[in-house]
């Protein structure tokens, strides 16, 4: 009970740090109250704060140290502030919930008449609430004094003998009759199968004192202490010095390094920092629940628990708390798709079930499970969650939801929803991955004024009511899975919205400037409305975005990005000078001419930057790592790249998930501090990339994890041939084993025009490629175009043949001589009608006596030829050549090198007249020498 005792108290005082800044705008002259309230008001200002001061000094004392009464008269404080911030947020949602403004009518007359009259009487209701709070506040005051709180403080921990200490040193032959217990108890911790056996056990031994429970756990420890590689035992007493407590286990672990522990001056952070730094990863937990990290941080502000402070956001705030949790091991971190991004977190089971228990203890929540019954639910519950069973609301629950603040519902089947209008003060309306049992509309959602956040995500929802403009106050609304097409014009006047959350492929927002009055959205994913006349609303829309000055997070999909457009993005980017989060995808309109701009810079503090819908001829300048330094992941589609613009892109120092659509053939080269962060890299359809390390020997992204990336077998074969080769060169040809961390490959294989044995010997290739690596990376491969493979014998004779007169080679000595392999000459009696090889040698770093081998091998291979082509040999780089071989390094052996065995040139019967062959061979040419290109 004693680890119960702050959060408790915390609880308490922490309920008062979002009353006490509305009683203080209570006094505003704006809001016309009498001077007899301003005067209750500040009366009960002092008093509050006063009794916060004692809560928090209270927070500190132990439990056991604690009166009984003087916790009851925490709880009890706890919920009058609660009660009175209720009565406090009703006056203001009735007096600043203004309506919006209508075109003078005879109605808005009436409706202006009605809202004035409202404000008054909200204000005669004030008052007589302020009475009757000052009459509970004046009672919890006596009480204060009458259990003496204030002189309630933590005595220093007690230093007696532990009577335990005594078991600890015992003989095993002086215990009698403990074997039988023993071993029982060493079956309940290590019985199961292998995986079970690897999860973390708890056994509890209870039983009144002197029984010998610390004896018995002591002979276990000894017993299994030995099959692991380290252990610890130590007593803790129920007032326990815990820096003495850490101090001994850090001793108990390594006698050796910590022999100085308990004369060190540390606190208790410095030495469970320690600890974790021992136990490493040593251990893994299950993961049992999984909470979206932006989710959680808008109920934590739409709740209130995040108060403001000067020059910093509510959401960033909620992200430095997120992150203490984080790094305290409250919670653990968990990513989505972009590897080193945390966008979740779970609980371990031991902490869900304590927070579990101290949420009941101090009526923070109550939780339905399945199972259990709807009777549980009191007076006094402020938070109400179901989790994972079927909601039907009768009348009896429903009389106890007048005080609820927080609503919602996890993994439900909804057979009767409990109706809106019960909810008085209803802040949090969260409905997710839910499923109602019949058609279901949000009726009386007008009526939920004080409403924070609406939460509906993947619970099929059909629409959103036109009468969610009354809801003035609402700060989020998260629609993500929903289906919702389009949103009701009337969202335009939820002015203090800040997050907007659409389904990202259907929800649509009205044009008419409607996106241009939300003004305080920090977070939007919707797309413009359909198509209209000239793509009027996507222009007005892209237009509006830059009124949204506050934007953290944009994500939108723009189909026909044209010219004019562009630039009204362009102008609009400019002003958005806080996004971090930038993502415009949709259907490519001609290329992004005006974006690649030397002068449009995007903001440095940019993260995610993700541009599928637009295409650029060539790398933007503005993406580089002086620009953007804290760039972690990104999309691009550009025309042309070479191994320049990789280096750009691997300088970016926080980047860790690239996603490169190119048509472009390159080299990623290793070394200089280039990709040091990335982890997942994805090379679109069309792209070609070779990985290589650098001169000294440093690998290519050391850090990457997951590579992605297409291969088209027609292609493959072309540049396998073009370096002298056949397929057994792919791995060659990739790099793969550059790349020192990889875990996981995956290969989409383009089967247009291939043989069905030249998609089998790619994927064998491939297979032996990840089994070769020192990782074994998981290898996961996935063909299209099989329908268009080259099947019929008559079909693969033809395809087989290639009619171009001249051919080139590129040969690297050197690279060649390094991976072992031998030239692969065979295909070339596939040409029929050549007359002439081009032979380009790279001779950098190869010794002269290498060069020659390879020269004398094409001349041969030339030779056997039927038709004896011309051989021209054109060498590269001779100004680098070695003298001599280095230590360590094998020449160029020509017995390696594969010669056509046979050259039969046996054609299958022409089923065209020759010219049609002739026109086919022209084009095919061409064809070669642009993908050459």
Known sequence: MEFATKPMMEFAWRSMGTLLPKLVRLLKEEYHLQKSVKDGIKFLISELESMQAALEKVSDVPADQLDKQVMLWARDVREMSYDIEDSVDTFLVRVDGKKPARPLSIKGIIDKGLNSLAKIKSRHKIAADIKEIMGHVREAKERRYRYNVDGVVAKPPATSIDPRLSALFKKVTELVGIGKTRDELIR???????????????????????????????????????????????????S????????????????????????????????????????????????????????????WIAEGF?????????????????????????????????YGTVNGCCLHDMMLGLIRSLSHEENFVTI??????????????????????????NSESQMYLTHVRSF?????????????????????????????????????????????????????????????????????????????????????????????????????????????????????????????????????????????????????????????????????????????????????????????????????????????????????????????????????????????????????????????????????????????????????????????????????????????????????????????????????????????????????????????????????VLRNTAFKHPKWPYLEVEKFGKDKMITSVEDQSWAMMDFRDVIDYHVHVRELNDIGSALDFTSLGNFPILEKVNASINCEDATADEVERVEAAMRDAVEAHPNHPVLQVERHGAEKMKVSNQKGQKPVDHKFVMLPQKMRMILPPPTTPPTSVIIANEEKEEMVENSMA
């Open 408 to 764: 919602s519902a996890f993994l439900c089947d909804i057979e009767k929803m409990v109706p809106l209008s019960n909810f008085q003060v209803l802040r949090v309306l969260a409905l997710e991955e839910c499923r109602f049992m019949e058609g279901y509309r949000l009726t009386h959602l007008g009526e939920l004024l004080h409403l924070r956040y609406l939460g509906l995500a993947y619970t099929p929802i059909s629409e959103i009511p036109k009468e969610i403009e009354a809801l003035q106050f609402l700060q989020t609304l998260e629609l993500a899975g929903t289906g919702i097409k389009e949103l009701p014009s009337s969202i335009g006047f939820l002015t203090q919205m800040v997050c907007l959350h659409g389904d990202r492929s259907t929800t649509r927002i009205p044009g008419d400037g409607i996106i241009g009055k939300m003004t305080s959205l920090e977070e939007l994913w919707v797309r413009p409305a359909a198509n209209n006349d000239n793509n009027k609303s996507a222009k007005q829309f892209v237009k509006e975005l830059g009124n949204l000055k506050e934007l953290r997070v944009l994500d939108t999909v723009i189909d026909g990005l044209d010219e004019s457009m562009e630039e009204a993005l362009l102008e609009s980017l400019r002003y958005l000078r806080k996004l971090r989060y930038l993502e415009i995808s949709g259907r490519r309109w001609g290329k992004s001419l005006r974006l690649e701009a030397p002068g449009f810079i995007l903001p440095r503090s940019l993260q995610h930057l993700w541009l599928s819908g637009l295409r650029f001829s060539n790398l933007p300048t503005w993406i580089n790592s002086s620009l953007l330094p804290n760039l972690c992941v990104l999309c691009v589609v550009v025309d042309s790249m070479d191994y320049r613009d990789m280096r750009i892109i691997g300088k970016l120092p926080k980047l860790h998930y690239l996603h490169l659509y190119t048509e472009s053939t390159f080299v990623v080269y290793g070394g200089d501090g280039y990709f040091q962060k990335l982890k997942y890299c994805k090379l679109g359809t069309g792209v070609t990339a070779m990985f290589r390390e650098d001169k000294s020997g440093v690998p290519v992204m050391p850090s990457l994890e997951v590579l992605d990336f297409s291969i088209s077998i027609r292609r493959l074969m072309d540049f396998c041939f073009y370096h002298g080769q056949g397929i057994k060169f792919l791995p060659v040809l990739v790099g793969l084993h550059f790349i020192p961390s990889l875990l996981e490959v995956k290969v989409t294989i383009s089967c247009q025009d291939a043989l069905p044995r030249e998609v089998d010997d790619t994927e064998k």
């Open 306 to 338: 995040i108060q403001r402070e000067q020059g910093v956001g509510l959401f960033e705030l909620g992200e430095r708390y997120f992150n203490d949790l984080i790094n305290r091991s409250l919670i653990q971190p968990l990513g989505t798709g972009d």
């Open 188 to 238: 309940m911790l290590s019985e199961g199968d292998d995986g079970s056996k690897k999860k973390l056990r708890v056994v509890s031994v209870v039983g009144i004192g002197g029984l010998g429970k610390t004896t018995l756990a002591k002979t276990v420890y000894d017993k299994l202490k030995v099959e692991f590689e380290c252990s610890a035992f130590v007593s803790v007493s129920h």
């Open 368 to 393: 339905l499970h399945k199972g259990q019954d709807d009777t549980i639910v009191q007076s006094s519950t402020r938070r109400l969650s179901h989790h994972k069973r079927t909601v039907n609301h």
């Open 240 to 299: 326990p010095d815990m820096k003495k407590i850490f101090k001994d286990i850090l001793l108990e672990l390594d006698k050796d390094k910590y022999d100085n522990i308990h004369n060190t001056a540390k606190d208790e952070k410095q030495l469970i920092d320690i600890l974790r730094e021992f136990l490493g990863n040593k251990s893994a937990f299950p993961e049992d629940y999984v909470i979206d990290k932006n989710e959680l941080i808008w109920k």
